[in-house]
């Protein structure tokens, strides 16, 4: 389960990396300084492929190649080399133990600069590397952008079970930020960082990404105001085939989760991580979350009681998900958007009705909302630095 269900347990297995202070790593990491040239042994059977992709000419029989002479010559391959060590970084403190992994920051030795060490948690695991370590990984790796937290590289630690995704450091997170800050951002500000977040997930939607996990302890900022999309642990790719049984529910936590994931839905896609979006959006207003509900249940009630409880007009699919028949409407009533968010603007009230939309058909997507009227109307953008 996500974070706040509190579920998870630290793993168990450490490295001497996280448990001491800074030491030389045990001898039997492979160290780059150490490393041995390589010696220029010719492969026995290797075969000789020249380098310039002159016309194949096809070897005599007897001396038949072991693959196809139209590869191309490994000089052409992209570099793969293996992971660094984690003990190329000089472990500082350790920042959070979040469910998928801890954190910790630290100093890169030869460059200096101050990074974060998510170290994934793979102990538990018995059947080889773990898919969603992967998804993480490949996720990070395919949104690159200048609202996602920056990856480096992923490092090696002890064991095959210590593997480190190594991030640019991030000063806030912005579930810290709206519990220490005297005052709400101004409706300036919030716009600025809400253009940011839907670049973000629009950037990623567009690189087949589903987030899954939009909360604003998974949104990062630095002391410029910019606004990095982390923790991709619950990322996947979509437009893959849905696999029998269709994609977890388990995914968003409880409080960011939209109404389709809550009644049931096997198959669901962007429109997810925009009911997200549109929570962070009105946390942002509030300086605190939107539906702090305890289970799924109060969660519904908490939905049908802002937005209105849904109408075959509102929301045409919902009776048929699975969880409908199981949930007894309260009686119709308007909406309570406009009493709840008074200071919002008309443009402001439109993209965040727009973004709590009960239909996922219906529901903005991350482009449109980029060119909601909301962000070319005043106040426009201002932020002033963190310090
Ligand atoms: N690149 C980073 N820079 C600074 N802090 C980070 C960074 N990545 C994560 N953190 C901190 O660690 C916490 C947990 O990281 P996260 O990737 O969200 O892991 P989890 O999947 O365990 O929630 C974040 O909420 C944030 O406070
Ligand atoms: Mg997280």
Sequence with gaps: MPAESGSSTPSKKRSKWEDEDEEDPPSYIPQPKRRAKPKSIKPVDEPRIAESPAPPQLPPVSQKLSHS?????????????PSRSVYSYERLNQIEEGSYGVVFRARDKQTGDIVALKKLKLDEEKNGFPITALREIYALMSCRHENVVGVREV???????????????????????LTVMPAPFLQSEIKTLMLQLLSAVNHCHQNWILHRDLKTSNLLMNNRGTIKVADFGLARRFGDPVGVGGMTQLVVTLWYRAPEILL??????????LWSVGCIFAEL??????FQAHGELELLSMIFKLLGPPTNH???GYSSLPLAKTISLPSPQPHQFRQKFSYLSSAGLDLLMALLTYDPERRITAEDALDHPYFSSDPLFFLHELR
């Design 69 to 81: 002479v139209y590869v191309p010559p490994r000089t052409l391959h992209p570099p793969i080399q």
């Design 155 to 177: 490092v090696v630690g002890d064991t095959l079970t210590q593997v480190f995704v190594v991030m640019d450091f991030i000063e806030h997170d912005l579930k810290s930020l």
């Design 264 to 273: 049931g839905a096997t198959t669901y896609s962007t429109a997810i991580d």
């Design 285 to 290: 207003l509030l300086k605190e979350p939107l």
């Design 314 to 316: 509102s929301w045409p």
